[in-house]
C-alpha cells in the first residue's frame, strides 16, 4: 500500500515549497530512487524546472518534463498521465492526481498559505478515510 508522507512549513511563501522539493530531490537521487513532481500546470512545471537547475551550483539534479526523456530519475509532470514512474511521486498540485496509488510513496509538501493548507487537510482526510499509512513531518522555516 502506499504510503503518505505529509511535510509542514511555517513558511508563508509558497517557493518555499521547491527549495524542500530540491532537497528531497537530493536525497533521493542519492537513494536512486525515481521521481515524478506532479504540479498543477506546465508553468508551475516551468518554474520548478528553474529552480531544480539553480538549486545549488555544487548540485547536479538531471531532469525533465514527463516522457520527455524516459531515462531521467526525475520528471516535473501536470497532465492525468503518470509515465513509467512508481516510486515516488511529489504532490505540489492542488488535487491528488488519480494515479497516486501505482507509486510507493507519496509525499505531499504543505506551506503556511491558506488556500495549500485547506487542500493539504481535504487531502489527510481523504487519504485517511481510505485506510493509507499516513506520517507528518513539521519542519522549520526554509527560507
Not at 15 to 40: D, G, Y
Not at 62 to 84: M, V
Not at 119 to 128: A, I, P, V
Amino acid at each position: 500500500m502506499t504510503q503518505i508522507d505529509f511535510y509542514s512549513l511555517p513558511d508563508k511563501d509558497p517557493e518555499a515549497r521547491f527549495i524542500l522539493t530540491c532537497r528531497l530531490l537530493e536525497k533521493s537521487l542519492s537513494k536512486k530512487h525515481r521521481v515524478l513532481i506532479q504540479v498543477n500546470d506546465k508553468d508551475d512545471a516551468e518554474q520548478l524546472s528553474k529552480k531544480i537547475w539553480g538549486f545549488r551550483p555544487e548540485s547536479f539534479l538531471a531532469h525533465g518534463f514527463l516522457n520527455e526523456h524516459p531515462q531521467n530519475q526525475i520528471e516535473i509532470g501536470w497532465t492525468k498521465d503518470h509515465g513509467s514512474q512508481q516510486d515516488i511521486l511529489i504532490q505540489l498540485s492542488s488535487d491528488i492526481p488519480e494515479f497516486f496509488s501505482r507509486f510507493n510513496r507519496v509525499i505531499a509538501i504543505t506551506c503556511d498559505v491558506p488556500d495549500i493548507i485547506e487542500k493539504s487537510r481535504q487531502h489527510f482526510r481523504f487519504y485517511k478515510e481510505r485506510g493509507y499509512p499516513l506520517s507528518h513531518h513539521k519542519l522549520r522555516s526554509l527560507l
